[in-house]
């Protein structure tokens, strides 16, 4: 028994490392800047006079975007766009607004699809002027996998690219000026010219050169590279044979489950609607509260608390101009007067539908989907 372990550790010392798997995590993690304020690697045009208390956008590899602002416009609206390496394509993202105090976010899930990818070109535009870009300073750092140029297809398919792999790098633009780089797992002994690229294309700016070991891996650190103080906003690209071989961006790596439509409304008393008209046809049962959930596999639940108590009432979903309706099922009351419904399946998959659901007793519409407001 101990030769045949001491055998079976020999064999699984002598097996290659599996690669490590990539975690749903952020892709990219970057403070928002003043288009205005960025100096390095090059000013900006098109800018806008808005200010900017802070902001921070972030992209997961399961596609979510977080997005938030304060210190902003108040009451305004701002177009998030994604950019293209040579700024020749845009793609509008999401819309943010912010209150009075000029703050606001936006979370999209997914905001982004499996496979797709793109580079750190984010911008906040508002009045015909880009107004914010997704940057780095002294306070907050600009986080971003590397990626392999061919991969990039949002907004547009990225050319220019040259053909080399990678299994997964990191970019890091960080608050002292220090820029880091990896490369895990590329082509073997490689040497690639790294330099950082303005927002809209070059001219590039050359940080230094990168070489890849016998395993692919390679590590570039730069300190106090950029000055102190300094606003900045580009992207990091890894040359070589005259071709962008990888990028700082994002890959949609994960797929994240579908958002699906729900019906999650609570009840009403159908005597008591008074907007936008009242109901005809009412009973007058009591009601407590009440609860309706359509679910994305076609089941409906219905949960009634204080109604009439011992009684059977009929779930009906009415469409949205009354004038079809489909039975649900029957729910019965106990003494305290709750009752619960679980009609599992009640529609058909691929059912997409838009009406109420009606709670009869005795002919009679008791109760409706609905809200209250109490304050």
Same mark, same amino acid.
């Given at each position: 028994m101990k030769r045949m372990l001491v055998?079976?550790?020999?064999?699984?010392?002598?097996?290659p490392a599996a690669a490590p798997a990539r975690a749903a995590g952020p892709a990219v993690e970057a403070p928002l800047v003043r288009c205005g304020a960025v100096e390095y690697p090059a000013p900006l045009t098109g800018c806008g006079t808005d200010p900017l208390g802070r902001g921070e956008i972030e992209v997961k590899r399961n596609g979510k975007l977080e997005l938030e602002v304060s210190g902003a416009a108040p009451n305004a609206a701002y177009d998030l766009v994604l950019h293209s390496?040579?700024?020749?394509s845009q793609l509008a993202v999401a819309v943010l607004t912010t209150d009075a105090t000029g703050a606001g976010e936006v979370e999209l899930k997914p905001a982004f699809e499996l496979n797709q990818a793109g580079v750190v070109a984010f911008s906040l535009n508002r009045n015909g002027s880009v107004q914010f870009v997704a940057g780095f300073d002294d306070e907050e750092e600009l986080k971003a996998d590397l990626i392999p140029c061919g991969a990039v297809n949002l907004p547009a398919v990225q050319t220019g690219c040259g053909s080399d792999t990678l299994s997964k790098g990191l970019v890091k633009l960080e608050r002292r000026g220090e820029v880091k780089v990896d490369v895990v797992a590329g082509p073997p002994l490689t040497t690639y010219d790294v330099v950082i690229r303005p927002l809209g294309g070059g001219p590039d700016v050359a940080l230094d050169t990168l070489t890849t070991d016998a395993a692919g891996h390679g590590r570039l650190r730069l300190d106090d590279f950029?000055? +102190?103080?300094?606003?900045?906003?580009?992207?990091?690209?890894?040359?070589?044979?005259?071709?962008? +071989?990888f990028v700082s961006g994002f890959q949609i790596t994960h797929k994240q489950a579908p958002q699906v439509a729900k019906l999650n409304s609570g009840l009403v008393r159908c005597g008591e609607v008074n907007t936008l008209a009242p109901l005809a046809g009412c009973g007058i049962d009591q009601l407590k509260k009440g609860h309706v959930l359509i679910v994305e596999t076609g089941d409906v639940k219905v949960q009634l608390q204080g109604a009439v108590p011992l009684m059977e009432y009929e779930v009906v979903f009415v469409s949205f101009d009354a004038t079809e309706e489909v039975s649900i099922g029957t729910l019965i009351t106990n003494p305290a007067g709750t009752g619960h419904l679980h009609a599992r399946d009640a529609f058909p998959v691929d059912t997409r539908a838009t009406g109420n659901v009606v709670i009869r007793r005795a002919g009679l519409d008791q109760y409706v989907t609905g809200f209250i407001v109490v304050r």
């Open positions: 055998v079976l550790i020999a064999l699984a010392t002598m097996l390496l040579d700024g020749a950029v000055p +102190q103080g300094t606003v900045g906003a580009g992207n990091v690209v890894l040359r070589r044979e005259s071709l962008d +071989q």
